[in-house]
Every structure is written in structure tokens, then in C-alpha cells.
């Protein structure tokens, strides 16, 4: 059994910067990759970055140069830093692991999300 919780979001200001987190807990072999979504209602869930097993991170062409993941391999962690925020921005945000069990076989696992209002 593997979970997934985010943690960090809340209001804030247009111009302003807020810091995600990301906490993976449970049966874990391996760790492929990690990655945050978000979604606006009536939207899809789009990426907004990634970063693989490898470190290559990617970044969709809204927030470049506004966003940077990172991540802590050995406490099962990745976070997202923002800055210069938007009204657009706002989302609800959504954590992902790409896990490997120990009989090696790669599932994908999703936290519950987490609200950033951007909002004067």
C-alpha cells in the first residue's frame, strides 16, 4: 500500500510565491519519477512539471520560468516552488509518484490535492 499527500497550498497573492510539498509513504521499492498536475474546474488535469528518476525535469510552456521542482530521493519527497503568480494559476494541485514494487512492477499514485487560490 502506497500514499501520497501534498501539503503547502493556500491563498495567495498575484505576484506572490508559494512552496508544495509532496510526501510518499508505504510499500516503496523504487522510485521512478514524480510530477505535479493541476486542474481548473471545467479544464483537464494538465502537467505542470515533472522530473525523472534521472533528474531531467519538465516544465509546461505556462509556468517556465516561473516553477521549479525538486526532490529528495531518500525521504520520498518533491516539491514545487512558484513565483509570480497568477490569477490563472489557480488550481487545485495534484501530486504524483511513479512507484516500482519489489516484483517490480511500476504503478502510478496520486495524492488528493491541494487548493492554491491566487487572489487579491
Known amino acids: 500500500q502506497v500514499q501520497v499527500a501534498e501539503s503547502g497550498g493556500g491563498l495567495v497573492q498575484p505576484g506572490g510565491s508559494l512552496r508544495l510539498s509532496c510526501a510518499a509513504s508505504?510499500?516503496?521499492?523504487?522510485?521512478?519519477?514524480m510530477a505535479w498536475h493541476r486542474q481548473v474546474p471545467g479544464k483537464q488535469r494538465e502537467l505542470v512539471a515533472s522530473?525523472?528518476?534521472?533528474?531531467?525535469?519538465n516544465y509546461a510552456d505556462s509556468v517556465k520560468g516561473r516553477v521549479t521542482i525538486s526532490r529528495d530521493s531518500a525521504k520520498r519527497t518533491v516539491s514545487l516552488q512558484m513565483n509570480s503568480l497568477l490569477p490563472e494559476d489557480t488550481a487545485v494541485y495534484y501530486c504524483?509518484?511513479?512507484?516500482?514494487?519489489?516484483?517490480?512492477?511500476?504503478?502510478?499514485?496520486w495524492g488528493p490535492g491541494a487548493q492554491v487560490p491566487v487572489s487579491s
Open positions: 522530473i525523472s528518476n534521472a533528474g531531467i525535469t
Open positions: 508505504g510499500s516503496i521499492f523504487r522510485i521512478n519519477g
Open positions: 504524483n509518484f511513479q512507484i516500482y514494487s519489489r516484483a517490480g512492477v511500476l504503478d502510478i499514485y
